[in-house]
């Protein structure tokens, strides 16, 4: 994930980099995401002296969105772009401007000055280009250079990875692999086969992954790790563990849990940089219990528990998962 917010960055940097201009604008100014994020964007207009800012103007991927209407003089025009807070630390942008911004939606006509409840943020001076029905369109994009139709699937793609599905690697292309987590993703959801193609999908894909399980099982990371979960599901009949899950620091994941199990196991690893089980006061950063079950070091869904170790298997300690709706586990570090 840290590998490709970097790329995301740079794409993102070498883009505004090349729209640099000076000349007035006289047209209706669209911004287009060809990203794999959803983005929040602001603009920025500096003319005479003066600079004032307006934003959010969310763009899902692949799509465009008018932010300026009608005829607008500028000297410069500038433009700041965030992912959504639930992709992790927004990616870093190039700064011409330190400029003024608000947390929800703003419009501040003295922007170089920042008021209460203001903060400031990198804008970076754009070049939009004429399209053929006299408008003026930006494009957002990173260094995968995805046309709409693979930003789209690249930023389904991400979203399912952010809810704990294996939909890696993120490249907007629509393997096996993906089509399955797909999938899983509807039926776990209780969505129709075909809802992936709606205009407001990245909307409930997010509320989706936002909101809590049907079990009511959150895990939340707040630790400086990434931590590595699996649960197990009880049903009354066999128990099945499936895993990994990746939390990252200072973030919340609900685990995808169909049906209405009788019981739910959870465990939690730390693991460093390197992929190496963190150990603090020499023992590995864990969160599990006493009830044995199977886990292996790749991806698994496995539904024998017997004999573990015997069939090449790893015995992991999981803890039951006691509660009602709206259960949270906090993996933090010891003191």
Not at 174 to 189: D, I
Not at 208 to 222: E, H, K, M, V, Y
Not at 276 to 286: G, M, Q
């Amino acid at each position: 994930m840290t590998k490709k917010k970097a790329l995301f960055s740079r794409g993102l940097t070498a883009l505004l980099a090349t729209l640099a201009f000076v000349t007035p604008v006289h047209a209706d100014l669209k911004l287009c995401n060809r990203m794999s994020y959803v983005i929040e964007a602001a603009i920025g207009v500096d003319d005479k002296g003066t600079t004032a800012t307006r934003g959010w103007f969310r763009l899902d991927p692949a799509q465009c969105r008018v932010v300026v209407q009608g005829n607008l003089s500028a000297e410069r025009l500038l433009l700041h772009a965030r992912a959504l807070p639930l992709y992790g630390a927004s990616p870093v942008q190039s700064s011409q401007d330190m400029l003024c911004v608000a947390a929800d939606n703003f419009t501040i006509a003295a922007a170089r000055d920042c008021r209460a409840g203001q903060s400031t943020a990198p804008f970076t001076e754009i070049k939009p280009t004429m399209t053929e029905d006299g408008n003026q369109v930006a494009y957002l994009a990173e260094d995968s250079e995805y046309d709409d139709e693979q930003a789209r699937f690249a930023g389904i793609q991400r979203l399912l990875v952010v809810a704990g599905y294996d939909a890696a690697p993120i490249d907007g292309t629509e393997g096996p692999k993906t089509r399955g987590a797909l999938a899983t993703f509807l039926k776990s959801q209780n969505l129709p086969t075909d809802a992936a193609n709606g205009s407001d999908f990245f909307a409930t894909m997010i509320a989706r992954i936002q909101a809590p399980s049907a079990t009511g099982l959150t895990w939340c990371n707040d630790t400086r790790y990434k931590v590595m979960g699996a649960i197990a599901t009880d049903d009354g009949k066999a128990v099945t563990s499936r895993g990994w899950y990746r939390i990252e620091p200072g973030k919340c994941l609900h685990p995808d849990i169909t049906g209405a199990p009788k019981r739910v196991f959870s465990y939690g690893e730390a693991l460093d940089d390197s992929g190496r089980a963190v150990r603090v006061k020499d023992k590995p950063l864990t969160w599990g219990g006493s009830t044995m079950l199977c886990t292996r070091e790749s991806k698994f869904e496995i539904a024998d528990q017997g004999e573990c170790s015997a069939r090449g298997l790893n015995a992991t300690g999981f803890a039951l998962v006691d509660g009602a709706a709206g259960r949270t586990l906090r993996f933090g570090t010891p003191q």
